[in-house]
């Protein structure tokens, strides 16, 4: 999600939206006090794990796009955006093993 949310933010920026990647960064903001009051709650102790290292995930996330919005990266071929460890979701079709 994270991934898909900066390059969004990205191309956003290129299209001329000048604060895209401010909202990006609220959007993870938003999304890290919702976990966050959700650890909180009556959990299971493997809900409870999970949900802390997601936290931990989207912190880091957090911090990454503030350094964007810090330094103004502008561009997805910047060397910030380049050197983060990215996660791409692809739905392919089933084949048919028939």
Request: aromatic share 10%.
């Amino acid at each position: 999600m994270w991934t898909e949310d900066v390059a969004r933010a990205f191309e956003d920026l290129t299209g001329g939206s000048e604060t895209a990647m401010k909202d990006c960064l609220r959007q993870i903001q938003t999304r890290l006090e919702a976990l966050i009051t959700r650890v909180r709650g009556d959990l299971q102790l493997l809900e409870r794990w999970k949900v802390i290292n997601i936290i931990t995930i989207d912190v880091h996330s957090r911090d990454v796009v503030e350094k964007f919005v810090l330094y103004k990266v502008q561009e997805a071929e910047s060397f910030q955006w380049l050197s983060q460890l990215k996660f791409y979701y692809e739905n392919k079709p089933e084949l048919d093993m028939a």
